[in-house]
């Protein structure tokens, strides 16, 4: 099989799967994302709405104006936590989204090329089952050097978030607390406790910043360039173990 095309990445498909991608982004962005742009006035016309509508009523016999005040103010600030609180969460959907967008593409690009040489089912449950690490593993014995590229990090941070949005505790939330601790930070800023301890950290602390939206989506595109046109077998790659299981079940269900 010496210097057979193993996987082959046309051009066109590569430009289409970055449109793709960016087509998500810009929709989600436009259609989604900027509906948050103006939450500190819109925080403002809730507390005004509160003032206006207690002042119909209000009786300077009984009402206290410093009372209503405080009230009108308090509202206002709910108002604007909770929309704080669903821009939050509708930004890491967005990363969930466009996460697995990317993830789904990659692995029906590697089923579809495994059967230049003799992928079937098997390799395809492989392919699907595996995590992310593997399928780098994978990539970096190709020759493509994935984890070597300086956007790996935000790749494998992307991964590690949408984990914890879709689960809450586990194996990715003390990766993301050790590798990562940017995307949990702390409500208190710097008047936060001693993140040395980092115990009391839980799932609830993820959050995504625009530029670190903007990042992981940069990482995205950078992805799908660096796929050589080409990769050719030779005695340089190495493919794991449980690809090469795979493509034995392929072979002998094929005899």
């Known amino acids: 099989m010496a210097n057979n095309v193993l996987f082959y990445m046309w051009q066109g498909m590569r430009e289409s799967l970055i449109a793709e991608h960016q087509f998500y982004i810009d929709q989600?962005?436009?259609?989604?994302?900027?509906?948050?742009d103006n939450i500190s006035d819109e925080a403002d016309k809730a507390a005004n709405d509160y003032w206006e509508k207690r002042g119909e009523t209000f009786n300077p016999d009984f009402d206290d104006p410093c009372s209503i005040a405080e009230a009108a103010f308090a509202t206002g600030g709910e108002y604007y936590c909770l929309l704080t609180e669903m821009h939050d969460s509708t930004r890491l959907s967005v990363v969930a989204g466009m996460y697995h967008q990317w993830d789904k593409k990659l692995r029906e690009w590697l089923v579809r090329e495994s059967r230049h040489f003799g992928g079937r089912s098997a390799v395809a449950e492989v392919f699907w089952r595996k995590p992310f690490n593997d399928i780098i593993a994978l990539l970096d014995g190709l020759g493509w050097d994935v984890s070597e590229k300086p956007t790996f990090n935000s790749l494998k941070a992307c991964d590690l978030v949408v984990n914890v949005y879709k689960h809450g505790e586990g194996r990715s939330l003390n990766e993301l607390k050790q590798e990562f601790p940017q995307f949990l930070p702390d409500p208190l800023g710097e008047h936060a406790f001693d993140r040395a301890d980092s115990s009391w950290i839980n799932h609830t602390h993820l959050r995504v910043s625009?530029?670190?939206?903007?990042?992981?989506?940069?990482?995205?595109?950078?992805?799908?360039?660096?796929?050589?046109?080409?990769?050719?077998?030779?005695?340089?790659l190495s493919a794991p173990v449980w690809l090469t299981r795979a493509l034995q079940t392929d072979a002998e269900a094929n005899i």
Do not use: H, V
């Not at 989600?28 to 948050?36: E, K, M, N, V």
């Open 28 to 36: 989600a962005r436009s259609r989604l994302l900027s509906q948050f």
């Open 210 to 236: 625009d530029a670190q939206l903007q990042s992981f989506s940069d990482a995205i595109i950078e992805f799908w360039r660096n796929i050589p046109e080409y990769t050719r077998d030779s005695e340089d």
